[in-house]
């Protein structure tokens, strides 16, 4: 990482920002690769120095090869990272315009945006739990929910068809029982959901992105 790139970034001194980052990635091994922090360097010096496709550019390089344990694609994640105001501003700056022209960059990932506040119980609850997905196509994916009621998590709306099929909009709704909490599984169409489980499963293989949600208390 150069110290100095950052330093001359939070002084908005733009231009020696990027020579900086430059002169860091030239010093490293030959086929070595850059770390995060030095292509997320250059890619904000260059958004602040005015240098927007040189931005982009490296923007692409940072999330599709930088390492590091941040999700440089998720803007939440970079605005939770520990970085100052003025590099966060200029990464969301890059991370914005780098998914508007390169959406297969988009993180795939899934949200609950409402569920209902009726407890577990034999009938249907009174509200439909809805949702999104983002960064697929609809057609090669579909959401499975489970619902936690008496120490288990049960696939719904019912065991019988535990899957529901996202809109071309990226939204998705369905019937469910009530529960103590949701969950809510972004997975490929070849997925084969168990209609009881004690625990859900993580990200991985089949399971593209998983998502929990609590009722809230009336």
Do not use: C
Not at 135 to 141: E, F, R, S, T
Not at 184 to 213: C, F, H, N, Q
């Amino acid at each position: 990482m150069s110290t100095k790139g950052w330093a001359m970034l939070n002084l908005h001194r733009n231009t020696e920002a990027v020579a900086a980052f430059e002169t860091s990635e030239q010093l490293l091994a030959s086929g070595e690769n850059p770390a995060s922090y030095l292509l997320a360097g250059q890619a904000a010096a260059n958004w602040a120095a005015g240098r927007k496709d040189n931005a982009v550019a490296t923007y692409v390089r940072l999330i599709t090869v930088g390492q590091g344990n941040i999700n440089w694609a998720d803007s939440t994640a970079v605005a939770e990272a520990d970085l100052t105001n003025v590099e966060k501003r200029a990464l969301l700056e890059a991370l914005t315009e780098t998914l508007r022209q390169h959406s297969e960059l988009t993180p795939q990932e899934i949200a609950i945006t409402s569920v209902p506040a009726d407890p577990p119980g034999a009938g249907m609850a009174s509200e439909r739990i809805k949702g999104t997905v983002g960064g697929v196509n609809p057609q090669d994916y579909k959401v499975v929910i489970y619902a936690r009621s008496g120490g288990k998590w049960r696939a719904q709306p019912t065991a019988a068809s535990p899957q529901t099929y996202v809109g071309n909009d990226g939204k998705w709704e369905s019937e469910t029982h009530g529960g103590t909490e949701f969950a809510a599984l972004l997975v490929k169409v070849s997925y084969k959901p168990e209609g009881t489980r004690e625990t859900i499963p993580g990200v991985g293989e089949d399971v593209i992105a998983v998502a929990k949600k609590k009722p809230e208390k009336k």
